[in-house]
């Protein structure tokens, strides 16, 4: 048999796995999947390395996550798992840091919300092929829509870069990451001063769009769903807000 027929042979094998695994959740089948699917896992994992957390950690999170994709996979769909099981993956690697990575430790009751709705939009942009509104977000979390935007919103007391940095092209870009220096800590805390005052005078939806965007690294297409606009007006509204702070810092606008 030829490298090429083997190869085959055990795709065969992995999808009648997964069809059989979904109807009788047979733990040998899904020994079969994990083991054919595992790899995927700990190359995702790989790619938060940089992130200051334990590699071995990181390779547990995506590990869950691939077991939660496999659990959830319906291969009647007529989805590849590999697709499925990535964003599956990534969202559970990007809440590990989420719930990680906060300066300053907000309400339980926000913190928690802010896991469960960074979960409710992955899950849901992966149902429905697009980002969710905050409506549907907040029916999925059995939470107010209210305190859904205020969850988000908290998101600003992390202390990390959006994990979107890593995304390539497109408005879905984060922020970057920041290489680390001596000086960047007091940077950002003058910054903070000198900025924090300027946004004050800003509507309180210019703030929010802000705030979502910067401070929760949320897509521009998120947050359009979550503040029921497209991606273009909100595209707009940022560049409008930060010509108008840049115009602001000046000093002869003081």
């Known amino acids: 048999m030829t490298g090429a027929s083997v190869a085959v042979d055990k795709r ?11 109807e ?3 733990p040998a089948a899904l020994d079969l999947i994990v083991s054919a699917y595992q790899g995927l896992a700990l190359s995702l994992a790989s790619r938060f390395g940089q992130r200051g957390e334990d590699i071995d950690d990181l390779n547990q999170v995506a590990l869950l996550g691939l077991l939660k994709a496999v659990e959830r996979f319906d291969p009647s769909r007529g989805t590849e798992l590999t697709t499925f099981a990535t964003a599956t993956i990534l969202g559970e690697l990007k809440r590990h840091l989420r719930d990680r990575a906060w ?3 907000p309400p339980r009751r926000i913190h928690d919300l802010y896991i469960a709705a960074q979960q409710a939009m992955d899950e849901l942009s992966q149902l429905y092929g ?18 859904v935007l205020e969850a988000l919103e908290a998101g600003g007391l992390r202390n990390s870069a959006p994990l979107d940095a890593m995304s390539a092209g497109g408005d879905d870009v984060g922020a970057p990451s920041w290489s680390g220096g001596r000086d960047d800590s007091l940077a950002e805390v003058e910054g903070r001063m000198v900025v924090t005052p300027l946004l004050a005078r800003l509507p309180e939806r210019e703030r929010r769009v802000l705030q979502l965007r910067f401070g929760a690294g949320c897509s521009q297409t998120q947050i359009g769903a979550l503040i ?24 002869e606008s003081q």
């Open 103 to 105: 300066s300053v430790r």
């Open 24 to 26: 009788t959740r047979d």
């Open 12 to 22: 065969q094998r992995v999808q009648e796995a997964l069809v059989g695994y979904h």
């Open 228 to 251: 029921g606009t497209t991606q273009m007006q909100v595209s707009r509204i940022l560049a409008r807000c930060l010509a108008q702070l840049r115009a602001w810092s000046e000093p």
């Open 130 to 147: 697009r980002s969710p509104t905050v409506a549907e977000v907040a029916a999925h979390t059995g939470a107010g829509a209210e305190d």
